[in-house]
C-alpha cells in the first residue's frame, strides 16, 4: 500500500508545478492547459506507483522523489513537444 503514496505525491507534484507556472505567467487561468499538466501527471504517477510497487520499503526520500519527477515531467513534456514543433518549422514541415 506504500506505494500509493508515491503517485499521490507525484500527482500533487504535478498540480503544485502547474499552479505556480500559471500564477507566474499572469494569464487568465486556462482549463485546456491545465488538463495537459493534470494528464501529464497522472500518467507519470501511475508509472511511478507501478515501479515503487515491487519496493520493499519506502521512505520519506521516495516520496520526496516522486514529487520531484511529478513536477519535472510536465517541464519534459514541454520541452520535447516546443523542439519537435521548431524542428518541424525549420525544416519546412512533414512533406
Not at 500533487?12 to 500564477?23: D, M, P, R, T, Y
Not at 515491487?54 to 520531484?68: E, H, Q, R
Amino acid at each position: 500500500m506504500n506505494f500509493i503514496w508515491i503517485g499521490v505525491a507525484t500527482a500533487v507534484g504535478g498540480i503544485v508545478k502547474g499552479l505556480i507556472g500559471w500564477s507566474r505567467s499572469q494569464e487568465p487561468f486556462s482549463g485546456r492547459k491545465f488538463l495537459d499538466t493534470a494528464l501529464t501527471t497522472l500518467v507519470v504517477s501511475v508509472a511511478a506507483s507501478m515501479v515503487y510497487s515491487a519496493a520493499i520499503g519506502i521512505g520519506w526520500p521516495d516520496v520526496v522523489l516522486a514529487f520531484l519527477a511529478g513536477a519535472g515531467a510536465d517541464n519534459l513534456r514541454k520541452e520535447v513537444v516546443n523542439n519537435v514543433r521548431v524542428g518541424i518549422i525549420k525544416n519546412g514541415g512533414s512533406k
